[in-house]
T-cell receptor
Framework: DADVTQTPRNRITKTGKRIMLECSQT?????MYWYRQDPGLGLQLIYY???????NKGEISDGYSVSRQAQAKFSLSLESAIPNQTALYFC???????????FGSGTRLTVV | DQQVKQNSPSLSVQEGRISILNCDYT??????FLWYKKYPAEGPTFLIS?????DKNEDGRFTVFLNKSAKHLSLHIVPSQPGDSAVYFC????????????FGKGTKLTVNP
């Protein structure tokens, strides 16, 4: 199993639908992150969490929400998807001992 | 305003030669700088980092140089190999314990056999 697993890998959804992207990790890292990547751009931070009871907004949190159900699980929800949320979404984990962390393989989301 | 800039969208080098990828930053509140490599259909993979108090870090074929006065860092790959062909992201970690990363837009490196 991959250290950081994202599901689904690809998803097409309609405008206005609610959708959840899931992330789980096996490394026991306390920090988890959700990033978004648009074509030709770097990754932008949506939300991050230091532990189950800690949720923080990133640069572009509007239109998104998250849930840290357990140390190993961090899900991202789009309450009412819109076309400009079409992007590649990455989950990442890290711990304080080593910079860099681990990324999942990404979820390609298309909102039509 | 983009705090981490990679001004070259692409770079092409011959196998065996040196690849130099550049990154500039505008914010002095970063404590670590990191390089990631990304292949298509995969997530970024951490490659190498450098603390803001250092000026060089080396790991095998990869060396990162930091010039704080110029707010510039570079990644050197010597010798370059075809398997190094990927998109390389420069990132900076924000001080203060959040471990938030600010990413550049990436540079696509192509190493030709």
């Amino acid at each position: 199993d991959a250290d950081v697993t994202q599901t689904p890998r690809n998803r097409i959804t309609k405008t206005g639908k609610r959708i959840m992207l899931e992330c789980s990790q096996t490394k026991g890292h306390d920090r988890m992150y959700w990033y978004r990547q648009d074509p030709g751009l770097g990754l932008q931070l949506i939300y991050y969490s230091f532990d189950v009871k800690d949720i923080n907004k990133g640069e572009i949190s509007d239109g998104y929400s998250v849930s840290r159900q357990a140390q190993a699980k961090f899900s991202l929800s789009l309450e009412s998807a819109i076309p400009n949320q079409t992007a590649l979404y990455f989950c990442a984990t890290s711990d304080r001992r080593r910079p860099g962390g681990l990324f999942g393989s990404g979820t390609r989301l298309t909102v039509v | 305003d983009q705090q981490v800039k990679q001004n070259s969208p692409s770079l092409s080098v011959q196998e065996g030669r040196i690849s130099i990828l550049n990154c500039d930053y505008t914010n002095s509140m970063f404590d670590y700088f990191l390089w990631y490599k990304k292949y298509p259909a995969e997530g970024p993979t951490f490659l190498i980092s450098i603390s803001s108090i250092k000026d060089k870090n080396e790991d095998g074929r990869f060396t990162v140089f930091l010039n704080k006065s110029a707010k510039h860092l570079s990644l050197h790959i010597v010798p370059s190999q075809p398997g190094d062909s990927a998109v390389y992201f420069c990132a900076a970690r924000v001080q203060g314990g959040s471990e938030k990363l600010v990413f550049g837009k990436g540079t696509k490196l192509t190493v030709n056999p």
